[in-house]
């Protein structure tokens, strides 16, 4: 599976001619939808992953829009998001899953988790289906949720900080999708700026 | 429904349109219209005021019918959700009143209203046994039965527009509270046009054990229903109130526009059961809304089967610490049918749940949505919310579409949305069919299985009605 580091503009559209991996290039923008990703499947046989990941710092904004769009039988997509929110920054995603009445025998799932680190955040989710074609399986998950104290206390135990064991939960976080990422310079350019 | 029954109902079968011709020959029958006063199609100010008059109300109240009036005038039809273009509002029936005084004796009962009630298989000995059955004959209740056991407790369950009569205290307090007629076009409408309807008053601690119970019905042709209904459950109570409609089938749209308000206060526990079959020509537009105090629970059961359009997302605003609130909820859009249906949790105080479950299937090119929303205001720290959509597809020419909204404006909330949409597992059916099962059999079994979490949740006789509608609509629906 080849992987692209994608360019999110106001209305960027992507189509699938092989199986791909597309990495987003998801930045702090003020909030508003104009990042925003087309993934179309016109071509039989071909997967696709869309992987987007995000830490937002204090007061920082960020709006996000993805679409995997499928036309034709026999293909799959796995769309994942993951975003950290530290203090009163906020995120707004839409995540459309859309399946043409001859797209059968299609796979997709979307994945959208917010870890919310700070106080004061704000976080708008939208996982959306529209579904045409019967012989389809689709689905999606979206969670919003603080750091696990019991996952805290046990780091905490062993000796770190509470800073230090929170940094490791968020880093644990947003690896477990970053690791997904195949090629090897793609992945260490987004770990670079995300720090982690 | 009896074996007997449904081979009859076989044999009628046409090749035309099967499931259209079981429906019509279940609910599809039509008393002659019997009105002592219809209005004129078309609605303006002086049916307004003519409604009012006929029901002697307070001015406040024509006050309140013809803002609404107003506001429904100048409010758009809704953009999103179903199809609302085909509505002509000034092709509508607005009022009409079956008969000239509600009845308390069984005995007064028009004999025609009665074989209405004998067609949708009421069965007269249950009737008795419920604690009061309420049944609306177009726009007005006409048979109004009241136990003594609930009068007794002080539980008060009549219609809606004696009670504005009786005791205008609430509403003067609660009426149009919950659910302000700017809120939207159809509750704008209903607020202009109300009648019928119950209102329930359960005083505080009592405990309702049997479900109160309203069978109404739509019989005029191109006849609106606009009925109102306001719950008050004060303190500690609880209740469980349940409403199931059957209607039969005309060519010429209806629109059925209810607004329900229910307010729950401090540690009472509500559930609302709602079944509802429409037949394929109604626009089924309602609002229902509740508040939900301190510790209080509000759980809505929300059956959505027939209608042309369904437009209905029961909502709870969660205003007390601790405050639980809940929606189950099924839709079936077959044929020509759209169920755009859902929940809204609305989160204004901490420490706040909310769960929904939605379940929906779609056939015979039928579309199901669901439309949710989970909002978590600033001030409501540890709230949490749970929602789970699964769809089922029966075949490639069916469509289901998930539009949840989650908007969380605090730092501390759990919330978790999930959603599915698939088909009946080849291996599953085919599983059923080699233990001897037909492949209408196995589909039944699956959907009945599908649904089961909710359908459990219902009073038995709505349960097993449900799964007989079910297993009607789902004949011959295979090929």
């Known amino acids: 599976m080849k992987t692209e580091f994608i360019k999110l503009g106001e209305n960027t559209k992507v189509k699938v001619s092989e199986d791909t991996q597309f990495v987003l290039d998801v930045k702090a923008n003020g909030g508003d939808l104009n990042q925003s990703i087309d993934v179309v499947f016109e071509k039989s046989g071909v997967s696709a992953e869309i992987i987007g990941v995000f830490k937002l710092l204090g007061g920082e904004e960020i709006g996000l829009r993805t679409s995997a769009i499928h036309k034709v039988p026999n293909t799959q997509c796995f769309t994942h998001i993951k975003g950290v929110l530290m203090d009163k920054s906020s995120s707004n995603y839409v995540g459309k899953i859309i399946i043409e009445k001859d797209a059968q025998q299609t796979s997709s799932y979307l994945e959208d988790n917010i870890l919310v680190v700070g106080e004061g955040t704000n976080n708008i989710s939208q996982p959306i289906l529209e579904i045409e074609a019967d012989d389809v399986r689709a689905s999606h998950g979206a969670t919003t949720g603080r750091i696990n104290k019991d996952q805290l206390f046990y780091l905490q135990s062993r000796g770190l900080s509470e800073e230090e064991a929170q940094e490791v939960i968020i880093e644990g976080f947003l690896n477990s999708l970053l690791n997904r990422i195949q090629d090897e310079t793609i992945r260490n350019k987004v770990k670079e700026r995300l720090n982690v | ?479």
């Open chain 2, 1 to 479: 429904m009896g074996k007997r029954q449904l081979e009859e109902k076989k044999e009628k079968t046409t090749k035309k349109d099967p499931l259209d011709t079981d429906y019509k020959t279940k609910y599809g029958f039509s008393d002659p219209e019997k009105h002592v006063f219809k209005a004129q199609k078309g609605l303006n100010e002086d049916l307004v005021r003519q409604i009012s008059k006929m029901k002697d109300e307070p001015e406040w109240m024509l006050e309140f019918r013809l803002k609404s009036l107003e506001i429904f005038n100048r409010k758009p039809n809704p953009t999103w959700g179903g199809d609302l273009s085909k509505i002509d509002y000034d092709d509508i029936y607005y009022y009409a009143k079956p008969s000239e005084k509600a009845e308390r004796d069984w005995e007064d009962v028009p004999a025609d209203v009665k074989d209405t009630f004998e067609k949708l298989g009421v069965p007269q000995a249950e009737r008795e046994f419920l604690a009061g059955v309420k049944a609306q004959y177009d726009s007005e209740v006409i048979y109004d039965s009241l136990r003594d056991e609930l009068s007794d407790e002080g539980i008060i369950f009549m219609s809606t527009d004696d009670a504005l009569k009786a005791y205008p205290e609430y509403f003067k307090e609660y009426f149009g509270k919950i659910i302000s007629p700017t809120d939207n076009k159809f509750a704008a409408l209903n607020s202009a046009v109300w009648s019928g309807g119950s209102f329930v008053y359960i005083p505080e601690g009592a405990k309702v054990s049997r479900p109160l119970q309203a069978y109404f019905r739509i019989n005029a042709e191109k006849m609106g229903q606009f009925e109102r209904t306001l719950i008050i459950a004060e303190k500690g109570s609880y209740a469980h109130y349940v409403e199931g409609c059957t209607a039969p089938v005309y060519s010429a749209d209806a629109l059925h526009a209810a607004v329900v308000e229910v307010i729950i206060k401090p540690e009472a526990r509500f559930r609302y059961t709602t079944i509802q079959n429409w037949s394929g020509d109604v626009y089924n537009l309602v609002t229902k809304r509740a508040r939900v105090e301190e510790n209080a629970v509000m759980e809505w059961v929300d059956g959505n089967l027939g209608s042309k359009l369904t437009m209905k997302y029961p909502s709870c605003l969660l205003v007390g610490e601790g405050a639980h609130g809940e929606v189950l909820s099924i839709a079936y859009a077959n044929s020509g049918q759209h169920q755009d249906a859902g929940a809204k949790m609305v989160h204004t105080a901490s420490n706040t749940s909310s769960s929904i479950v939605s379940k929906s299937i779609s056939l015979g090119g039928g579309r199901s949505s669901y439309r949710g929303l989970v909002s978590v205001s600033p001030l409501a720290k540890n709230v949490k919310s749970r929602v789970e959509c699964d769809a089922l597809i029966l075949d490639s020419e069916s469509a289901s579409d998930t539009f949840p909204v989650m908007d969380i404006k605090e730092s501390s909330a759990n919330i978790e949305h999930e959603a599915t949409v698939s088909k009946i597992g080849e291996e599953k059916l085919f599983y059923l069919m080699s233990r001897g099962l037909t492949e209408n059999e196995a589909m039944g079994l699956m959907v009945s299985g599908f649904i089961e979490p909710i359908v459990k949740e219902l009073p038995l006789e709505y349960a097993v009605e449900l799964n007989r509608l079910i297993e009607l609509e789902m004949e011959g629906s295979v090929g």
